[in-house]
């Protein structure tokens, strides 16, 4: 059968070779995009608060105004801070006698310390060298918050039509619509508080031990313990448990022990606040979050912490609204 001989079959071509060179295009830039839905969900109750009480156009401008305060600025003092204390952390470790001593340690028959000594003077040299490389995606950066913050101002000033220039796209009932994006909305919601809830925590925690058992820059590495917290399963280990190691190679076994309890206590708090978090918000299991937070943050990078469970959420809800529309129909 000849293929491509209607006008229909030919439009349908040029719609899909479009449609694949747009996403092409516009994937660098897939955080700015799926940001703008993000921070709509976040930010449209303060907008229909205010809109309620001024126009919506004035109202839409001073919810970006204190999105940007919330975010950007926050996110532009980390940087900063992260830029200007990593190269010093990394030439006083150079300096110190940290690695010397842990080249010398052993477990039983087996000599660990000269592989650690090596790992910890790659990790001090790219350290010292890639300070600045936070600079060096600004542009891009600077190109997907652009993105992110007009989408956010057109979408509080259309509230609903993104989403029904797409309804008629999707083949499942008005019900089973709508309840797929007050699972957007959920999931988004559960997402950022109870992940945020539990690295701010964490952080806390792990920078207060640190000035307690007497590391210096504690500060510094709580804000880091901060960032490295949202990242399931491995999350603030990868900041406390160097710093037990460097405790117990310098003689302070107290310390490493006090770090390495408060460190495992700490990293509990994933399985206390984010079940109650997602069971509260979006009734998803922990299970289906912790699976969809790994496979999404090795595909999307951080944004997949959201895309991963939103992503599973829907297969789930998809398998569900096929059976019940169509097989037993």
């Given amino acids: 059968m000849p293929f491509f001989d209607t006008d229909k079959e030919r439009a ?25 839905p993000v921070l709509y969900v976040l930010f449209a109750p303060s907008h229909q608060w205010l809109a309620r009480r001024i126009r919506p156009g004035p109202a839409a401008v001073v919810v970006i105004l204190i999105a940007f305060l919330v975010i950007v600025l926050p996110g532009v003092w980390l940087i900063g801070m992260l830029v200007g204390q990593a190269g010093d952390v990394a030439s006083g470790l150079a300096k110190s006698t940290l690695l010397d001593r842990l080249s010398t340690l052993r477990v039983g028959q087996f000599e660990l310390g000269p592989e650690l000594a090596n790992i910890g003077r790659s ?23 652009i993105f992110s913050f007009f989408g956010l101002y057109y979408l509080l000033l259309g509230p ?52 307690l058992v007497g590391l210096s820059n504690s500060v510094f590495w709580g804000v880091v313990t901060i960032v490295f917290g949202i990242l399931p399963v ?20 107290a310390g490493a022990i006090v770090l390495v309890v408060v460190g ?20 998803i299991h922990p299970m289906v979050t912790l699976v969809g937070a790994i496979a999404g943050v090795s595909y999307f990078g951080l944004l997949g912490l959201l895309i991963g469970p939103l992503a599973l959420s829907y297969f789930f809800e998809l398998i569900r609204m096929y059976r019940e529309e169509y097989l037993q129909a």
């Fill in 12 to 36: 349908a071509l040029i719609v899909l070779l479009l449609a694949v060179g747009v996403f092409y295009a516009l994937m660098p830039y897939a955080t700015g995009l799926i940001g703008a």
């Fill in 123 to 145: 990790l001090i040299q790219w350290l010292g060298q890639n300070a600045l490389g936070f600079i060096g995606s600004a542009t891009h950066f600077t190109l997907n918050l």
């Fill in 160 to 211: 609903g039509e993104g989403w029904r220039g797409i309804h008629s796209y999707v083949p499942f009932s008005e019900k089973n619509v709508l309840l797929l994006r007050d699972r957007f909305r959920s999931v988004t919601l559960a997402t950022v508080i109870g992940t945020g809830l539990t690295a701010t925590i964490q952080g806390i925690i792990i920078g207060a031990t640190f000035a």
């Fill in 234 to 253: 491995v999350g603030a280990g990868i900041i406390w448990v160097p710093g037990a190691i460097s405790l117990w190679v310098s003689g302070h076994a």
């Fill in 264 to 283: 495992l206590l700490a990293g509990q708090l994933h399985a206390l606040i984010n079940p109650w978090v997602f069971k509260r918000y979006s009734h």
